[in-house]
């Protein structure tokens, strides 16, 4: 079992920054890819971002790219999110996922094998 947790949600203004970051505990994180994802009111989640295991590889969802930031610290056990440029529409509540597959696949997986409870992120226009 591996739990996540995240931390680093708040309230921002529109073109302001946050760093999330998601603590993970139980078995060895470097063993699992690593993700964000992000699920506004009434919305689908959607895929922010996934790292492969030694952090070599990176993957973006098209509307982070170039503001957001994945990586990793396996010493640690923690991934993180740097947010850059945040916009109203990046508002929801951002989860970090563990998973045994590849990270290329984490934003098209169909079910990931572990998940955090997630962070609120509002950004005010």
């Known amino acids: 079992q591996v739990q996540l947790a995240e931390s680093g949600g708040g309230l921002v203004q529109a073109g302001g920054s946050l760093r999330l970051s998601c603590a993970a505990s139980g078995r060895t994180v470097s063993n699992y890819a690593l993700g964000w994802f992000r699920q506004a009111p009434g919305k689908e989640r959607e895929f922010v971002a996934a790292i492969s295991r030694a952090a070599m590889r990176t993957y973006y969802g098209d509307s982070v790219k170039g503001r957001f930031t994945i990586s990793r610290d396996n010493a640690k056990n923690t991934v993180y999110l740097q947010m850059n440029s945040l916009k109203p529409e990046d508002t929801a509540v951002y989860s970090c996922?563990?998973?045994?597959?590849?990270?290329?696949?984490?934003?098209?997986?169909?079910?990931?094998?572990?998940w955090g409870q997630g962070t609120q992120v509002t950004v005010s226009s």
């Open positions: 996922a563990a998973d045994s597959g590849v990270a290329q696949n984490m934003g098209v997986a169909r079910t990931l094998d572990y």
